[in-house]
């Protein structure tokens, strides 16, 4: 049995462990030891809460293989997912510490895949900020690309510890870019599946009025499909029948896809501006697929309202903070106090107070209306390039929860421009880390695909990851 140094374990991605693993060349206690030594190494960068070292050795020393992955390390999202080891705070001094008597059917369908969750990833108060700067984790957490810069958010933590090698497979959750808006900060992979084909029971149906997917980060597409052909499937008594899948999606990256016809988005709603830098990685992947004999067509944004849909997107974030937060203050049995939230949470509770009914139906109705021009928009095309984000990853504090709850969320709307959208249109979408600036700073490319068809946004995104390898390209050692 041979031993992993650093550097070894740093370079393997989930399949080659489970591979080192099935052949009886380490242990999950000896790649569990490892991760933790990388975690200790980074904790500066703090990706990572509710450490769970020595219970979780004492799993890995009596670990079956199992799943695709065998036995190897992974993180939780500190989102509330619901874990009978872990407890939760989603980044908020209000719910620090909330545990589970049961274990939600991710959290099962994970350990189920051979993935041994050692702690929880970082995450913005209540996952609503698209950076991870919660006030709760006490301070940032920090790019170890670009210092300075945000890790994104809601899945800051996670995308932080894959890029730093602390673990190659995280688990993220995206209600409005919260996998892919940190992945591409980080420079790693991140898929949002279709609505419903993850479930979220058994506690709930749906999150955000149907806008929130759980998923995976990843330094390699082959990590995200044989994560998604573990996780993917109806659960019973879901609200949304999960769409049709392949045998599997990690067969069909192995192979390149027949050519495809793709769209491209180079202009953003309501003239919002992107940077030079989103757009030069957009060109280098359009440029890329036409190599790799796909029909590129330039085609227009979809017809929708893109200001009415931020309004209904904050329209529900709002309500959701109101009910988080009175569940919360019912049970300690104490009134809200203006420490327990971070400033634009607390104004967001105030604004979902004053909300009626017909706003939240209105909103709900306006998502559904984004599906159906989305799909429309989409009609002649197999799947659609855009920019991941508007512009570079942002300094820190400039999106910390500061400020008014809807000067906050328009600010976040011409940043994260094309992700939200794409929750509520319900299709899969995929960030790949297409480009670097000369700073080192990573710039990420969206690929979005019709409704159930993660088949062909994986199979692209393999494509691309051949022709153009990202998964060894490291960060800077830290100062």
């Not at 506690?203 to 390699?220: C, F, K, N, Q, S």
């Not at 600010?411 to 480009?435: D, I």
Request: hydrophobic residues 45%; glycine residues 10%.
């Amino acid at each position: 049995m041979s031993v992993l140094t650093a550097s070894d374990y740093a370079a393997l991605d989930g399949m080659a462990m489970a591979q080192l693993l099935a052949q009886r060349q380490t242990t999950p206690a000896a790649l569990l030891d490892a991760a933790i030594a990388a975690a200790d190494r980074h904790s500066a960068l703090n990706a990572l809460t509710y450490p769970r070292y020595e219970e979780s050795r004492a799993l890995a020393r009596d670990w079956t293989l199992r799943g695709p992955f065998g036995g190897i390390p992974f993180l939780l999202k500190d989102s509330g997912l619901a874990s009978t080891r872990f407890p939760s705070s989603i980044g908020s001094r209000l719910l620090d510490d909330t545990g589970y008597s049961f274990d939600a059917t991710l959290t099962q369908r994970f350990e189920q895949a051979g993935l041994l969750a050692f702690a929880r990833s970082t995450v913005s108060e209540l996952c609503m900020g698209p950076s991870t700067e919660a006030v709760r984790n006490g301070g940032p957490t920090h790019n170890p690309w670009a210092p300075g810069r945000s890790v994104g958010g809601s899945s800051g933590g996670a995308a932080v510890a894959v890029a730093a090698g602390i673990v190659p497979v995280a688990h993220g959750s995206d209600g409005g870019g919260s996998i892919r808006l940190p992945a591409s900060c980080c420079g790693v992979y991140g898929l949002k599946p279709s609505r419903g084909l993850v479930p979220m029971g058994p506690a709930r149906g749906e999150g955000w009025g149907g806008m929130a997917v759980d998923g995976v980060l990843t330094r390699t597409v082959r990590d995200t499909a044989a994560a998604m052909d573990a996780i993917s499937g109806y659960a019973a008594g879901a609200p949304y029948a999960a769409p049709a899948q392949p045998a599997s999606y990690l067969a069909l990256t192995a192979r390149d896809p027949q050519p495809l016809r793709i769209g491209v988005w180079r202009e953003a709603w309501n003239g919002i501006p992107i940077a030079p830098e989103c757009l030069a990685a957009v060109e280098r992947t359009v440029a890329l697929c036409r190599d790799l004999g796909h029909t590129l067509v330039e085609v227009p944004l979809p017809d929708i309202d893109y200001a009415g849909f931020v309004r209904a997107h904050g329209t529900v974030l709002a309500s959701n903070i109101v009910v988080a937060v009175d569940n919360r203050v019912r049970l300690r049995g104490r009134p809200l106090a203006p420490e327990d939230l971070e400033e634009t949470i607390h104004d967001g509770y105030a604004v979902g107070k004053g909300l009626s009914a017909t706003q939240y139906v209105d909103a709900i109705q306006r998502f559904h209306a984004i599906g159906r021009a989305f799909e429309t928009a989409m009609a002649g095309c197999d799947l659609v390039i855009t920019t991941t984000l508007a512009q570079l990853p942002r300094p820190l504090g400039e999106l910390a929860l500061t400020g008014g709850f809807w000067d906050f969320r328009a600010k976040v709307s011409r940043y994260a421009t094309f992700l939200a959208v794409v929750n509520a249109s319900g299709q899969p979408a995929a960030t790949l880390p297409m480009n670097w600036t000369a700073e080192g700073v990573p710039v990420g490319t969206q690929l979005i695909g019709h409704f159930g068809r993660e088949d062909q946004v994986l199979a692209l995104s393999a494509q691309l990851e051949r022709a153009l390898p990202w998964a060894q390209r490291r960060p800077p050692p830290a100062a």
